[in-house]
């Protein structure tokens, strides 16, 4: 059974940085390409950033190009995500999938349960 669980999420000011973590589990494949998705308030759940399994390539939503970088720890079976710049629009429940890198669509149900990161001065 795959188990997704992020962490790190909290409140910060506008300007800051964050860095949120996602141990996974479960997974009968190891070489899934992993990805960060957010869903703020109202809106559809939409793909942030996406890393492969050998890490040689990243893939990002225009909207966090250049603030955001996300990586992996095979050895750990985590997921990170460093948000630099962070803005009142980046306020959002954050969660990690499995991702098809074709498509960015995330892979495994149910989601996890998110960790919220919430940008206010």
């Known amino acids: 059974q795959v188990q997704l669980v992020e962490s790190g999420g909290g409140l910060v000011q506008p300007g800051q940085s964050l860095r949120l973590s996602c141990a996974a589990s479960?997974?009968?494949?190891?070489?899934?390409?992993m990805g960060w998705f957010r869903q703020a308030p109202g809106k559809e759940r939409e793909f942030v950033a996406a890393i492969t399994w050998s890490r040689s390539s990243t893939y990002y939503a225009d909207s966090v190009k250049g603030r955001f970088t996300i990586s992996r720890d095979n050895a750990k079976n985590t997921v990170y995500l460093q948000m630099n710049s962070l803005k009142p629009e980046d306020t959002a429940v954050y969660y990690c999938?499995?991702?098809?890198?074709?498509?960015?669509?995330?892979?495994?149900?149910?989601w996890g349960q998110g960790t919220q990161v919430t940008v206010s001065s």
């Open positions: 999938n499995a991702v098809e890198i074709k498509t960015t669509a995330a892979i495994f149900r149910p």
């Open positions: 479960g997974f009968t494949d190891s070489y899934y390409s």
